[in-house]
């Protein structure tokens, strides 16, 4: 019954990235791992060598993603 109640009330965690907002915190990290390639910081996530966008300094965890986000955040490929 909490569960479903979270859903009637305010989107209280809101993406960084696009500010799309949710009701829960298992929502927006599934969100932020599909749509921006964004894993949630862990021990072992700070170990991985990350790609960074050279025009905003957001990371990605492989170049392709970091090209996909490129091209649709600033239009270059």
């Known amino acids: 019954l909490n569960n479903?109640?979270?859903?009637?009330?305010?989107?209280?965690?809101?993406c960084d990235v696009c500010d799309k907002g949710f009701y829960r915190e298992?929502?927006?990290?599934?969100?932020?791992?599909?749509?921006h390639a964004i894993e949630p910081e862990s021990a072992e996530n700070r170990f991985l060598s990350n790609t960074k966008c050279r025009d905003c300094g957001m990371e990605?965890?492989?170049?392709?993603?970091?090209?996909?986000?490129r091209k649709l955040q600033h239009g270059t490929a």
Do not use: C, N, P, Y
């Open 26 to 35: 298992t929502e927006l990290k599934r969100h932020k791992k599909k749509a």
């Open 60 to 69: 990605f965890k492989s170049q392709m993603a970091m090209r996909q986000h």
């Open 4 to 14: 479903h109640l979270a859903v009637h009330k305010d989107k209280g965690f809101t």
